[in-house]
C-alpha cells in the first residue's frame, strides 16, 4: 500500500515562512517517477490547486494565488517533494495535501493523480 506523508505544517504569522514536505511510505515508491502536486483546502472551501512539478522537475506550474511566493522542488535522493511557503497570507491557511499521479506532463486536475496523503495543517494569523 502506498502512502504519501505530509509534514512541516504549522502556525505561523503572517509574512513568514513554512516548508511542507512530502515522503512516501509503504512499498518502495520512487516519487520521482511521478508528477507530484500540491493542492490545499480552506475551511469551508472545495480543495484546491496550488502546485505541480513534472517527473523531471523542469518548469512547475502554480496557482496564481501563490506565484512568486510558494516553491515546489524534489529532492531525488531524499525521495522527497517540498512546498517552500513564503510571505504566507492569512488566506494560505488550510490543510495541504501532497499528490502524485500516474500521468504524463503536469497535471493540474486532483482527478489526474492517483496517490493522495492525509494532509497537513497551516495556519496563518495576520
Known amino acids: 500500500q502506498v502512502q504519501l506523508v505530509e509534514s512541516g505544517g504549522g502556525s505561523v504569522q503572517a509574512g513568514g515562512s513554512l516548508r511542507l514536505s512530502c515522503a512516501a511510505s509503504?512499498?518502495?515508491?520512487?516519487?520521482?517517477?511521478?508528477?507530484m502536486g500540491w493542492f490545499r483546502q480552506a475551511p469551508g472551501k472545495e480543495r484546491e490547486f496550488v502546485a505541480a512539478?513534472?517527473?523531471?522537475?523542469?518548469?512547475?506550474l502554480y496557482a496564481d494565488s501563490v506565484k512568486g511566493r510558494f516553491t515546489i522542488s524534489r529532492l531525488i535522493a531524499q525521495n522527497t517533494v517540498y512546498l517552500q511557503m513564503n510571505s504566507l497570507k492569512s488566506e494560505d491557511t488550510g490543510v495541504y495535501y501532497c499528490?502524485?499521479?500516474?500521468?504524463?506532463?503536469?497535471?493540474?486536475?486532483?482527478?489526474?493523480?492517483?496517490?493522495w496523503g492525509r494532509g497537513t495543517q497551516v495556519t496563518v494569523s495576520s
Open positions: 499528490a502524485a499521479a500516474q500521468a504524463d506532463g503536469i497535471p493540474l486536475s486532483q482527478v489526474e493523480f492517483n496517490y
Open positions: 512539478i513534472g517527473r523531471r522537475g523542469g518548469s512547475p
Open positions: 509503504g512499498r518502495t515508491f520512487s516519487l520521482y517517477a511521478y508528477p
